[in-house]
């Protein structure tokens, strides 16, 4: 125990002597660090949201008015057995109705169904098919529409009418998704690796500065791990201080900003939003880690003992 704090007394003291590399330290791990508070909630409920979208995209196969019961579940008993197809839902011509009436009156828009003659209904019944996955969703409706005697796609059944999906939009979902994933990993990969050299960069100069101290060190036979310590200490101390930091910053934002829009702003109040609490302790780690690995990358290429 007299060692450890003798570690942290050394690395407390050397930081105080290098204030000025120091506190660039804390500042660049701060930034990081509260850069990264933002962008993974921002990743994680882009992600949750994406994935919620994804799961309401569909096939829906139209039927003609004229289907009778018998060939629509002989014709759903067909499309269950497909492969890759996760549900299949009827709906029929009075659900569909409803369900344009729902939206409409949601959506605060006059319900032009009432303009119907008599109890006409032109929307015809479906089935929503589901494919287990967004990128099979191709190969569900070419088994809905195979390849017929003269080449062309063929309805596996007289009463299908048409076969829609939503093929652009899975396409644009996958390349937006794709897009903020892989922007938001190389801003935080950036973030990260700038604050890997501005850390060693500290612990560089604290070298330099105590580099007769080091040579006493040696001489009086200190082992290696024994004058890489302080160096660590201090390192780890920019960046539990720098993410602390980060994380009062963003304890603050929290309750000034997020926590009185979420009840407007769906993305902020998404189930999938993580916890701040975890987000606390996951930022912290990182900052640690990063001044860790930081420190230690330094010590190893200047400390050869």
Known sequence: MGRVIFFIREGARALRRSAAPGIASIVTVAVTVLLLGVLIPVLQTTSGKADEVREQVGLRVFLFDDASPEEINTLQTQIQEIRNVESVEFVSKAQALKILRDRLDAENKEDLTEQLPGASNP????????????DNMEAVRSALTPPGADG???????????VADSRDEATSIRTVTGAVKWFLLVIAALLLAASLLLVGNTIRLSIYARRREVEVMRLVGATNWFIRWPFMVEGLICGF???AIAVAVLFLGKEAVVDPLADSINLIRGEDTIAFATLIAILLGVAMAVSAVGSGLTLRRFLRV
């Open 123 to 134: 929307l015809p019944a479906s089935f929503n098919v589901k494919p287990d996955d967004l």
């Open 152 to 162: 062309k796609p063929a309805p596996i059944s007289p009463i299908i009418d048409e």
């Open 241 to 243: 201080i720098g993410g």
